[in-house]
C-alpha cells in the first residue's frame, strides 16, 4: 500500500486537488495538535499557496512531480528560506533561514506540499522529543508516553496523519527509534546519500536526513527523490548509490539474514522486544529466507565511542552560537563601547567581558543536554585527553564497521530490535541522561558504521504499543534494505499497522 | 592530577559555558562524571590499532579543483549588498 501513490493519482487525475488535500491535513492537525504537539509551526498560507500552484499547473495541462500534492512535514532543523528555524532551541529564537535546504528543496521541485516544520530535541540532541526548549511532543498511542526522538515530531506527525510523510534526521537513531516508538517506518539512509546541505549541523561525520512514511514503498519513494549529489555538500556522493534494483537480496538464490548475538541476547533489551523480533525472524525464515547467527564483537564499544564522537563534533559545529556570530544574545549584558586607548589593561577588561556574553548567551540559551554534551565533546577534545578519548574512540568506530564489513560478506541483511523499549512514559528518564542514551544502543552502530538502516512496525509491547524491527543492510543497499522492508510489511499483511489508539 | 570538579570547571570555560549556579553546577558536574564512567570501556578495551587506516565509516568524494567563485555571484547570494561590498547587521551597539 503506498499513500503517497494514492494522493499523486487523485490529485493528477483531478479526483481531488493538492489544495482540498492540503485542507484535510491542515484540518487533521488543527484537531489533533494540541495534544500532540507534534508541530513547532504549522504553514498554512505557504502550504495553501503551494497547493494552488500545482492545480494550476494541472489545469493549465503541464506535467506535475512524482509528489504532487503529498502534504509533507519537515523537522525544524531543516531550513526553509524565509521561515524560522528554531532547531528546538531558544537561542536561535527570531532566526529566519535564508535558504532552503537541498533535501525540501528536491521535495518541493516533485510538486509536495510543505505542512510545516515539526518538534525536536534541541539541536537534535536526544532520544524523546523531551528536550525541546518549546515543550515535549506526546506519542499518538498513549499522550503520556514519549514519540521517541530526536525526530519525535516528524514521527508523531506521520503516526496520526497529520503529514502523509516527513523528514528527519539520524545522528545515532534519532529518525529509526521514533519511527519504533509510533508505529511507522523510519529509514536512514547510507551517509552521503543524501544532501545535508541548509541541515543545522549536529555531529557532522554521523548525520543523515531521511524519510517517515507510512510504508517501506513510501519511504523507498522519498527516497529516490532525495538522493541526488548536491555539490553544497562535500559527503553527498555523486552515483554513490546505485538505483534500479528493488529485489531485495539482488538475486534469484534465498535471501541470507544475519542475527547479531549482541543485539538480541541484550540486558537491557524488554522481553515483549526479543518476542517480536524473534517472530519477525521466524516470518523471514518461514519465506525462504537463510538464517545465520552472527557476532558483531565491538558493538559494546559503540555507545562510549559515539557519546565521545558526536559530542565532539557537535561542540565545533556549535561554538558558532555566541550570541554574536549566531544566535539570541543575553540582554542583560551588551559589550561596553570602545573607546580605543591602546591600554592593555582596557583591552583584557573588553576581551574579558565579551568572553561573558559569549559564556551567558549560550548558558542562557542552550538547555541543559546541549550543554552536557557540549562539555563533553570540550573534554574528549582538550588536551591530555584526547588520544585517551577521541582517538580511542575514533578506532573504536573503525572496529565497529569493519565488523559489519565482514558480516556483509556473508548476508545480505541484518535483523535487530530498533531499541529495546516500546515508548517510554514521559519524564521517565529525562533526570537519567545514561539511561537516555541507553535508549539508542541498538541504532548508534549504524550510524557509526554509516551504513543504511529502516525501523518497520514488527509487533506490539503488552501494554499495546508498537515495535520496531530494524533491518540494516550494508553501504548503498538503501533500496534492497527498503525492499526487505516492503516484504515484510506484504509478508505480514501490515498487521503492524494500524492507527494509534491515542487519538481519535 | 585534576580532580573531577576541577576538570569540569576548566572544560566549561574552555566550552565558553557557565559560571552555573550551585545547583545546576552540582547537576551538571555530577552528569559529567558518570558519563566518564561509560568511557572507561574504550580504555579497558584490547589494542584497538589493528582496526586499520584504509577504512572509513564516513567517506568523502574525491577533490576536484575548481575555479574560484566570482565576486559577482559571491555578492548575488547575499542577502544585502552595496555595489562589491557585503552588508551585516551591527552586532556591537
Redesign the interface.
Known amino acids: 500500500m503506498s499513500l503517497i501513490q494514492e494522493i499523486v493519482r487523485r490529485v493528477k487525475t483531478g479526483e481531488t486537488s493538492a489544495v482540498q488535500m492540503a485542507q484535510e491535513y491542515l484540518g487533521r492537525i488543527d484537531a489533533l495538535d494540541g495534544r500532540i504537539h507534534a508541530y513547532l509551526q504549522v504553514l498554512k498560507d505557504r502550504a495553501l499557496s503551494a497547493a494552488e500552484r500545482i492545480d494550476e499547473k494541472r489545469r493549465r495541462g503541464e506535467p506535475v512531480g512524482r509528489l504532487a500534492g503529498v502534504p509533507i512535514a519537515i523537522k525544524d532543523n531543516m531550513t526553509l528560506e524565509g521561515e524560522a528555524t528554531t532547531c528546538g532551541s531558544k537561542i536561535l529564537e527570531g532566526y529566519r533561514s ?1 535558504y532552503t535546504a537541498t533535501a525540501v528543496k528536491l521535495l518541493e521541485a516533485e510538486d509536495a506540499v510543505i505542512l510545516g516544520k515539526t518538534n525536536l530535541d534541541e539541536f537534535a540532541m536526544g532520544s524523546s522529543t523531551e528536550n525541546s526548549a518549546y515543550g515535549p511532543t506526546k506519542n499518538p498511542w498513549n499522550p503520556d508516553c514519549v514519540p521517541g526522538g530526536s525526530s519525535g515530531g516528524s514521527a508523531a506527525a506521520v503516526a496520526c496523519g497529520m503529514a502523509a510523510a516527513a523528514l528527519g534526521s539520524d545522528t545515532g537513531g534519532s529518525i529509526r527509534q521514533p519511527a519504533s516508538f509510533c508505529g511507522v517506518v523510519g529509514f536512514k539512509p547510507t ?2 546519500a543524501v544532501s545535508r546541505f541548509g541541515l543545522v549541523a549536529f555531529a557532522s ?2 548525520d543523515q536526513i531521511g524519510p517517515f512514511a507510512q510504508s517501506a514503498a513510501d519511504a523507498a519513494l522519498l527516497f529516490d527523490v532525495l538522493s541526488q549529489a548536491d555539490p553544497q555538500d ?5 552515483g ?1 548509490i546505485p538505483g534500479g534494483t528493488i529485489s531485495p537480496n539482488g538475486a534469484s538464490r534465498p535471501m541470507r539474514i544475519g542475527l547479531p548475538k549482541e543485539y538480541l541476547s541484550h540486558e537491557g533489551a524488554s522481553p515483549d522486544i526479543l518476542g517480536a523480533v524473534q517472530n519477525a525472524v521466524n516470518v523471514f525464515k518461514k519465506q525462504g529466507a537463510v538464517i545465520k547467527n552472527i557476532t558483531l564483537p565491538n558493538t ?2 559503540a ?3 559515539y ?2 564522537i558526536a559530542p565532539s563534533e557537535a ?1 565545533a559545529n556549535l ?1 558558532r552560537f ?1 550570541g ?1 556570530r549566531y544566535g539570541r544574545r543575553v540582554q542583560s549584558l ?2 561596553a563601547p ?1 573607546h580605543d586607548t591602546g591600554s592593555k589593561v582596557q583591552s583584557q577588561q573588553e576581551e574579558s567581558e565579551l ?1 561573558e556574553l ?2 551567558r548567551s ?2 542562557e540559551g ?1 538547555g ?1 543536554e546541549v ?2 554534551r ?6 574528549a577534545l ?1 588536551h591530555g585527553y584526547y588520544e ?2 577521541y582517538g ?2 575514533q ?8 565488523d559489519f ?1 565482514r558480516a556483509f560478506q556473508g548476508v545480505d541483511f541484518i535483523l535487530a530490535p530498533t531499541a529495546p523499549t516500546a515508548a517510554f512514559r514521559i519524564g521517565e528518564k529525562a533526570n537519567d ?2 539511561a537516555m ?1 541507553l535508549s539508542d544502543i541498538y541504532t548508534i552502530p549504524v550510524n ?3 551504513i543504511a538502516g529502516v525501523s518497520v512496525p514488527c509487533g506490539f509491547s503488552s501494554s499495546g504499543l508498537p515495535i520496531g524491527l530494524q533491518i540494516l543492510g550494508p553501504r548503498g543497499s538503501d533500496r534492497k534494505v527498503l525492499a526487505a522492508a516492503g516484504q515484510f510489511e506484504q509478508w505480514t499483511s501490515r498487521q503492524y499497522f494500524s492507527d494509534p489508539k491515542g487519538v481519535k | 592530577m585534576e580532580n573531577a570538579k576541577e ?2 570547571d576548566r ?10 549556579e550551585e545547583r ?1 553546577h552540582g ?2 558536574a555530577g ?2 562524571t ?3 564512567e ?6 579497558e ?1 584490547p589494542d ?2 589493528d ?3 584504509d ?7 574525491e577533490d576536484v579543483a575548481k575555479p574560484s567563485i566570482s565576486v559577482k555571484a559571491l555578492v548575488e547570494n547575499f ?1 544585502q549588498s552595496e555595489g562589491s561590498l557585503l552588508k551585516v547587521p551591527k ?3
Open positions: 535564508t551517509y552521503g561525520s554521523l562535500s559527503t553527498c556522493q555523486v554513490g559494546r564499544l555507545l562510549a565511542a557519546y565521545i561542540s561554538a555566541d554574536i551588551k559589550p570602545r568572553v559569549y559564556r549560550r548558558t542552550f541543559a550543554q552536557r557540549i562539555l563533553l565533546g570540550t573534554f582538550s585517551a578519548y580511542k574512540a578506532a573504536a568506530r573503525l572496529a565497529i564497521a569493519q564489513d541522561p545514561v542514551y557509526l558504521a554509516g | 576538570i569540569f572544560i566549561s570555560i574552555l566550552a565558553r559555558l557557565g559560571p552555573y545546576q547537576r551538571l552528569d559529567f558518570r558519563i566518564l561509560l568511557f572507561k570501556v574504550l580504555s578495551a584497538l590499532s582496526a586499520g587506516s577504512h572509513s565509516a564516513a567517506p568523502l568524494r542577502p552586532v556591537i551597539e
